[in-house]
């Protein structure tokens, strides 16, 4: 019980290297959150334009018939979706960036706290997105395995 008591009172204290580790990490996830930002925004023009591309060969290609429109939404609608997935990881590393330059160039541990609970954030939605997208695979790999399977019989 008293071991409980003295970790709630221990205050950790960086010393000069960790805090140029530190310092040096924050600015290169304020220059990857920056390059993510601007990435997110290629997206979002790409959305724009890709659907208006599909709707102009929809009216251009007669053959194509309502799948140009159709297909042109649908790309639209899956780019902002993906624009929007993207730009979760992309906050979290900018404000631990940010919050971790305030808190060294202030000394401000509640700063620092701040920061590093964003830097999990930002590592807790990455783990996650990349088990689901190794789930999606999976499921991708055993539908086209069964379906050979079938093709075959």
Known sequence: MEEDVTSE???????????????????WAYFLSILGFIGIGFIVLAALFAGSLFAFMGNMNPEMGKFGAMGGSFITVLYLL?????FFPIYYLNKFATNAKMALRDNDSESLSASLEYLKSHYKFIGILSLVILCLYLFIFVGVLIAALALKV
């Open 9 to 27: 009172n221990f205050e950790m204290k960086l010393n000069v290297s960790a805090k140029e580790f530190l310092k040096e990490a924050a600015k």
């Open 82 to 86: 993906l624009a929007a997935l993207y």
